[in-house]
């Protein structure tokens, strides 16, 4: 049976967690008096489904089911987590903690808050021990972070078991020692923030040129190595002692204006608004969104195939993910979610035939690393070897279409594995593929069985696809008439 999640306010971040728990197999119960609350979420579901299954290389459990409840007692009841993510107004927080803790008991209740501290929104509570803060970033359905900051009157068994519900959904909980005014990640966002707007103000750079320097230069650096390690590779093969003493003089230069606060006039909001405009005026909010999610789900890719920063955390999931998976059931496995990108279009406006093997080699290679064939078994000098394909082009996909890969076992032993893998673009399938893998012991060069690991993962799977039809196309040759 499914565990249930309750969200309290269905704004941006109450349906970013509402898709993250979601699309990990909870059931969510949603309150928001907002009557527009159904369409905003859906909306947020529609990109979250686009955009958080293209980050799993094994199957995510099936959805949960979404429900909206017309009260916070509906909302909470038999919930085994609850996420408050209202206005940041601390007596309006008081008073929902204070509804749903007529009808939780011992149930952790996370706080979205960027701003209050745990015992801040503690005071006045029933149970004061359930009440914690968990501050995601947005979108919360694709970035892992989440600060959880507990006080001296939180349970410390709770905590713990909150976080392990949030690595659960494939978040990465950083537990803050210390309660201090928001927290560790917005603090550092604020010093930024302050003296970008100090830039504006005094004519320096426009909105856009602060974005460029961000993402051109140091938020990629930032994206995968943070701020101290960053630091340290620029101190050279001295470290960090020497970046310190290189540049720690330089603090004491009057460079920032860090300390003072640029006076928050109508003159300086249109001119922020102005220049924004002006930069990303013509997309809408959505298009924006997905033009974000679809840069974010690139970037933490390559994180993950690197087994690095974010792209760890994601790594971890799936192996909780794998742990969990259900018995093979004879059914084809859908392996992978993709996009067509702009780089996979040809001059015909229709995805490139590269790409359709390119769609066919993802696939796969989700499979593979589902019977645990991945890049560790590489390193140890196994590998699967593509022998054979036969590619078949039925459809066409075009720019911004989702596709979805998924794999049927015709066959397999010790040494091979004979697949047929179908493209699809919703029930139309627009390219299938035939393969034929063969084991191989790379320092020899040649083949050899499979390890026992892997063939207990792949051998149930093979066993369950053969109650399924096989394939009209498979076996045919070149040309073959239909």
């Not at 359930?130 to 979108?139: D, G, L, Y």
């Not at 923030?193 to 040129?209: N, P």
């Not at 960053?230 to 003493?245: D, I, L, P, Q, S």
């Not at 084809?332 to 995805?351: C, E, F, R, S």
Request: proline content about 5%; charged content about 25%.
């Amino acid at each position: 049976m499914a565990r249930k999640a309750a969200i309290i306010g269905g704004g941006v971040i109450g349906g970013g967690w509402a898709a993250r728990f979601l699309l990990n197999g909870w059931n969510v119960s949603v309150f928001d008096p907002d009557p527009q609350a159904e369409r905003k979420i859906g909306e947020v579901m529609a990109n979250a489904r686009a955009s958080l299954p293209a980050l799993s290389d094994v199957p995510l459990p099936p959805e949960g089911k979404l429900s909206f409840a017309g009260s916070i007692t509906e909302a909470v009841e038999a919930a085994e987590y609850i996420q408050e993510s209202v206005s940041e107004r601390l007596e309006l927080k008081h008073r929902i903690f204070a509804q749903i803790q007529q009808s939780s008991h011992g149930v952790p209740i996370g706080s979205s808050t960027s701003g209050f501290k745990p015992s801040e929104l503690q005071q006045g509570a029933a149970d004061p021990s359930t009440i914690f803060v968990a501050h995601p970033f947005n979108p919360v359905y694709l970035l892992p972070l989440a600060e959880v900051v507990p006080s001296v009157k939180s349970d410390p068994q709770l905590i713990e078991n909150a976080k392990t519900i949030l690595r659960e959904i494939g978040m990465f909980p950083l537990h803050v020692r210390k309660e201090i005014d928001a927290h560790i990640a917005d603090r550092f966002l604020e010093a930024v923030w302050r003296e970008a707007l100090w830039l504006v103000k005094d004519g320096v750079a426009t909105t856009e040129e602060i974005d460029e320097a961000i993402r051109m230069g140091f938020g990629l650096r930032w994206g995968q190595m943070g701020l101290f390690e960053t630091y340290r590779v620029a101190g050279g093969e001295a470290g960090m002692k020497h970046f310190m003493a290189q540049f720690g003089p330089c603090l004491t230069w009057p460079w920032t204006k860090l300390m003072d606060v640029p006076e928050f006039t109508d003159d300086l909001v249109d001119l922020i608004a102005g220049q924004s405009d002006a930069q990303s005026g013509h997309h809408t909010i959505r298009e924006l969104e997905r033009i974000r999610d679809g840069n974010l789900v690139g970037f933490l890719r390559v994180l993950k195939d690197r087994d690095w920063g974010a792209g760890k955390v994601l790594k971890d999931h799936d192996k909780m993910l794998e742990a969990n998976l259900p018995a093979p059931k004879a059914e084809a496995m859908v392996m992978a979610h993709m996009q067509v990108l702009p780089g996979w279009i040809d001059y015909n406006g229709h995805m490139t035939e590269s790409r359709y093997l390119f769609a066919g080699s993802e696939t796969c290679d989700n499979f593979l690393r589902l019977i645990g064939a991945d890049m560790d078994y590489v390193k140890g000098g196994h590998s699967y070897y593509t022998a054979e394909t036969h590619i078949m082009h039925l459809g066409e996909a075009k720019l911004g279409d989702r596709l979805i890969g998924s794999v049927q076992v015709l066959s397999a032993d010790e040494k091979r594995i004979h697949t047929f893998m179908r493209i699809q673009k919703g029930d139309e399938v627009v390219a299938t593929l035939e393969q034929m893998l063969l084991h191989v012991d790379m320092k020899a060069g040649k083949t050899c069985p499979a390890s026992p690991a892997v063939l207990a993962k792949l051998l149930p799977i093979a066993e369950a696809h053969k109650d399924l039809p096989r394939p009209d196309a498979a076996g045919r040759h070149v040309g073959q008439r239909k």
